[in-house]
């Protein structure tokens, strides 16, 4: 059921209850949240934040907290399992689903109120009609009921055509059943994302007229961590940030604080793909970004000669470009952008630019977006040793504006991430392990590897597995690889010898939808494999490592038809 | 020597600052005995010298300055143990209210345990007398800015009770929205910890 009013059924509908708030581990989530706990203390709705990393965690903390909570919301998760299968919840409980994740579990969209949706229906693309997947079963067994007081012959001869009227129904229940199978395949074939929560909820402040700079932000933050993941379309995003400049534009005019000291302001600009290079030195910075270094093949020798020869066209010096980017000489620093851009065409580094926005506020804190954005990929998952929980706090901790030491912290840690990623597809291409297998091509991280427990994480995972396969592209001769999907595997629990795999759609579909989750279930299902996969995003998946041959092969199999 | 028991004392003072170690039932008791020794060598020798002065023999005087020197340094020892642990049991009395944790209330003596009753007591009374209903001086540390606060469980503290009747889990890392009344003493048992 879609929630049609947001503001009369649920945050009105909220007021004074207790919540359970159950929270996904992404930063979408982690953005979201915090704009609806800001609204919620509006009204002071109370409320407790559950972590959720995957469909177990959600189990659990809703057995730990369903006596003593009957309204859920959950973000980012739960919209595409079917909660009422999961959860058996009593039926005074009510879930309230805010997910990016698509597609939506029909059972939630067509639930007669237990469980409502935060959006609109027309976020759900190509959902089948209720008729078609769902039907009265109870009116067909009431028909069959003998009746009695009939003739003899009559009898006989009801009795005969009601046998033909049985068959023909049971003929037309089982070709609806075969169609129902097709139509919930097609719908369910890719998984995909939708527009990031945390924008809706920022819509739902700005309907309360509760929004503010620091909200919006957040917001910002969201989209921008959907871009970088590539998680949405180009034409998605663009049409975000229109939206979103708009809102800057608004809420910077409603503000008379002009103060260079006090006042936040976020403005508009063009950000290049270079990872933290406000924060690094230009060098590394074009050495380690996942953009420039295919373009320029920067893994191999050649190629960093090339980057030498770009870095002497922009008239940028060497002892300059290797200092960090804050020490370097005024004049360079403003030129920088427009340097490179004018380069952009010679080096075939077109698309260097994506339009962003920049967070000001005192003198010295400048961010922008994707800073933020890789800060707290750091914070959440490249630590061994904190708890998710832990990570979670900090990430919260690294949104609030007096916490300046946690984004520093957060942003060194990035660039660690940033190089071991590199170096880890440079290992890769040198050692050729990227294995073309037929259809698709798969890379697997060993488990001494240096940093392997990075990669146990999704997100990280994703930027690796997107760098692997454009490095793949643009090193193969093999005509057909744009068109090959690639599959990345890495050890997710050692003890328990679980490893994880990732599947990414193929360059050229240039769109983040994903049907391999289909595939690996298929494959799954074709050795018999039973699934332990705790995901919400079906593209990944996880088995044990002494099966992964097997479902290797099981994939080549299924690739090959 | 003298008074080495009552600087054995003050060392197991200043080792626990801020916490209460057993009452030394044993090492006060020693320290009485000593006091009590001196103070019978001291009027003995204080006899003698007083019959001594009739006779011209050499006075006793310079060793009963210095034994009564040593009692007075016991005595001081001592009630700066004393004072010390009321100081600290005081404290304790702001920050977990008129019941004290078992494991605090088994390490004080039995005028200790009397002391705290009395002194609990006294400051229930003279909070009542605040204004017309009386005011809770414990609670509040610093001047509240809203009724509700967001607060960060620290440690795995299970089922808590609000004054409306609903119950929630306080599990470890946990947050919660919740009114500040009832949080408050949790925060300074260091159960939950305020997010700013």
């Known amino acids: ?561 | 020597m003298f008074c080495e028991k009552a600087h054995v004392l003050i060392k197991e003072l200043s080792r626990n600052r801020d916490a209460l170690p057993p009452y030394n039932t044993d090492l006060l008791n020693e320290i009485n005995t000593e006091v009590k020794q001196l103070i019978t060598q001291n009027q003995e020798d204080a006899q003698i010298s007083e019959d001594s002065r009739v006779m011209n023999h050499a006075s006793y005087l310079p060793t009963v300055k210095i034994r009564h020197a040593a009692i007075k340094r016991n005595i001081r020892c001592i009630l700066a143990y004393h004072y010390n642990r009321l100081k600290c049991l005081r404290n304790m009395r702001w920050q977990f209210g008129s019941i004290l944790p078992p494991d605090v209330k088994s390490n004080l003596s039995q005028s200790e345990i009397e002391w705290f009753s009395k002194y609990s007591s006294n400051l229930v009374q003279y909070m009542r007398s605040i204004g017309d209903e009386g005011i809770n001086l414990a609670v509040d540390l610093k001047p509240p800015k809203s009724l509700y606060i967001e607060v960060r469980c620290l440690t795995d503290y299970g089922q808590f009770e609000l004054n409306d009747g609903s119950v929630l889990l306080l599990k470890e890392n946990s947050r919660h929205y919740l009114p500040r009344s009832e949080c408050e003493e949790l925060i300074r048992q260091g159960v939950l910890e305020h997010v700013v």
Request: glycine share 4%; proline share 2%.
């Open chain 1, 1 to 561: 059921m879609y929630v049609e009013n947001l503001k009369l059924d649920f945050y009105e509908f909220l007021t004074g209850k207790r919540i359970l708030l159950m929270v996904h581990y992404d930063i979408d989530s982690i953005c979201a949240c915090k704009i609806l706990q800001n609204l919620l203390k509006y009204k002071e709705i109370l409320y407790t934040l559950a972590v959720i990393r995957g469909v177990e965690d959600l189990k659990r903390s809703y057995r730990e907290n369903s006596n003593d909570v009957k309204y859920f919301v959950l973000i980012n998760c739960g919209g595409t399992v079917n909660l009422v299968d999961l959860f058996e919840p009593e039926e005074d409980a009510i879930f309230f689903i805010i997910d990016s994740h698509r597609p939506t579990h029909l059972d939630n969209i067509y639930s007669d109120g237990q469980v409502r949706l935060l959006w609109t229906s027309e976020e759900d693309l190509e959902v089948p009609d209720f008729h078609a997947v769902y039907r009265d079963d109870s009116d067909e067994e009431s028909d069959e009921e003998p009746e009695s007081g009939d003739e003899d012959e009559g009898r006989a001869a009801k009795k005969r055509r009601l046998n033909e009227e049985a068959i023909l129904k049971r003929r037309e229940r089982r070709l609806w059943e075969a169609k129902r199978f097709d139509i919930i395949a097609e719908y369910s074939q890719y998984t995909y994302y939708n527009k990031a929560s945390a924008i809706a909820m920022f819509k739902l402040a700005w309907f309360l007229n509760k929004d503010d700079k620091d909200l919006l932000w957040l917001a910002i933050v969201a989209l921008t961590e959907q871009y970088i993941l590539g998680k949405i379309e180009n034409s998605q995003y663009v049409l975000a940030v229109g939206e979103l400049q708009s809102h800057s534009n608004r809420l910077r005019n409603r503000s008379n604080d002009t103060d260079g000291l006090t006042s936040l302001r976020i403005t508009y600009e063009n950000d290049l793909k270079l990872v933290l290079y406000r924060h690094w030195s230009v060098e590394s910075s074009l050495k380690y970004s996942m953009f420039t270094a295919c373009k320029l093949k920067l893994w191999s020798h050649r190629g960093s000669k090339k980057l030498y020869e770009l870095l002497a066209d922009m008239g940028l010096p060497l002892s300059q470009s290797q200092q960090a980017f804050e020490s370097m000489d005024l004049q360079l620093r403003k030129e920088f952008h427009q340097s490179i851009e004018k380069l952009s065409e010679k080096y075939n580094l077109e698309d260097l630019v994506f339009t962003s926005f920049v967070l000001q506020y005192g003198y010295r804190n400048k961010y922008c977006a994707s800073d933020i954005v890789y800060a707290m990929f750091a914070i959440l998952e490249s630590s061994p040793k904190e708890t998710p929980e832990e990570c979670f706090n900090s990430a919260l901790d690294c949104l609030t504006r007096n916490k300046k030491d946690v984004v520093q912290k957060a942003i060194e840690r990035a660039k660690i991430i940033t190089k071991t990623i590199f170096k880890t597809v440079q290992a890769a291409i040198d050692m050729k392990q990227i294995i073309t297998a037929g259809n698709f091509v798969y890379y697997i991280i060993q488990e001494g590897c240096l940093d392997w427990y990075m990669f146990s994480n999704q997100y990280i995972l994703l930027l690796l597995a997107q760098f692997i396969l454009r490095a793949y592209v643009s090193m193969s001769r093999n005509r057909k690889a744009p068109d090959l999907p690639l599959i990345i595997s890495a050890p997710k629990n050692l003890d328990l010898g679980t490893c994880v795999i990732l599947g990414i759609p193929p360059l050229r579909q240039n769109s983040p939808k994903n049907n391999l989750g289909r595939a690996f279930e298929e494959a799954a299902e074709n050795i018999n494999y039973e699934v332990l996969s705790d995901y919400f995003d079906t593209s990944y998946f996880e088995i044990n490592i002494k099966d992964r041959t097997r479902f290797f092969d099981a994939l080549t199999a299924l690739f090959d038809k």
